[in-house]
């Protein structure tokens, strides 16, 4: 049994624990309130350009297709969007988990041939992919020291322009969905080339009246639609890693609060030990004197 010197030190190291959990629950907490309504107010404007973009996309165009060309999928590129710092419960290792899954699954064949590439968003994923030699293209994995739509467009523009000079043919997006406090949905999501919409008869009914002319439009909003479409996934993927800090910071907290209960209860029936040792001592040193 552990003396109480030693249990007494680690009822203090769990304490102190305890402590720096509550803050960070808390410190999460106050980011999460802040991520959730950047995200909420954008979603409904990123789905109505999405939707305005497939639409427009499947009407056709007699302009240049430049971010709807449909080629042989030989290179690719995954944008893996994690966060920067860690005790998130398993935020981080989920996209992991869904790239590598992503590569065995759909482009294993790219792999071997080396065409596959990485795109890390966060500093965690940079890390990751780093050590298993993947090739990467590391730019933009601290986009979220300063997080702003200007920053998030620079990768966008730098995405499409890869594209469009033929380095890639096609760009995939992996990321988790805020949804909740405690619930992230794991999202794999094309970015390029540009889907068109697979609505069928309801996308022919829509008919648009092009000003100045279609093609200036869309060419115009291609890219602003790609852009606020990564803009959209970091912006989940943010409030979804504040959501799960706090979820896992919370659970941190009650399990050492659990481990402070056991911790005590050892500390009381160690002492009690002791003190019942110490009282049969005493008793047998007086009985040893009455019989001398």
Do not use: H
């Not at 203090?12 to 995200?39: D, P, Y």
């Not at 730019?139 to 594209?163: C, G, H, N, T, Y």
């Not at 033929?166 to 094309?190: H, P």
């Not at 409030?239 to 659970?251: C, F, H, I, S, V």
Request: with cysteine; aromatic share 8%; net charge positive.
């Amino acid at each position: 049994m552990a003396s109480l010197k030693e249990v007494k030190s680690r009822i203090t190291s769990v304490m102190s624990t305890q402590q720096i959990t509550k803050a960070m629950k808390m410190v999460a907490a106050a980011k999460l309130r802040k991520s959730q309504e950047r995200i909420i107010q954008m979603r409904p404007f990123a789905q109505k350009l999405n939707g305005l973009l497939q639409n427009v996309s499947a009407a056709g165009t007699d302009g240049p297709a430049w971010y709807s060309q449909t080629r042989e999928e030989k290179k690719i590129l995954l944008v893996a969007i994690s966060s920067d710092r860690g005790l998130c419960g398993g935020f981080n290792s989920t996209v992991f988990k869904a790239v590598a899954r992503l590569i065995e699954e759909k482009y294993s064949a790219q792999y071997k041939q080396k065409n596959v590439s990485i795109l890390p968003i966060g500093k965690k994923a940079a890390e990751f992919f780093s050590r298993r030699n993947f090739p990467m293209v590391n730019d933009f994995a601290p986009i979220f020291q300063d997080l702003s739509f200007d920053k998030v467009a620079e990768a966008a523009q730098f995405l499409m322009d890869r594209f469009r000079q033929g380095d890639y043919d096609k760009i995939e997006i992996v990321y988790n969905e805020f949804k909740n406090v405690a619930t992230q949905i794991l999202r794999t999501e094309s970015f390029l080339p540009v889907q068109a919409s697979n609505q069928g008869k309801k996308t022919q009914e829509v008919d648009y009246i092009y000003q100045p002319d279609q093609e200036e439009i869309i060419t115009g909003l291609i890219p602003k639609s790609l852009k606020v479409q990564l803009f959209k996934s970091v912006l989940d993927s943010n409030a979804a890693e504040n959501g799960a800090r706090m979820t896992a910071m919370d659970k941190a907290t009650e399990n050492a609060g659990e481990l402070l209960k056991d911790l005590r209860l050892t500390y009381n029936r160690t002492r009690q030990a002791a003190i019942t040792k110490e009282i049969l001592e005493i008793v047998a040193g007086a009985e040893a004197l009455k019989s001398a």
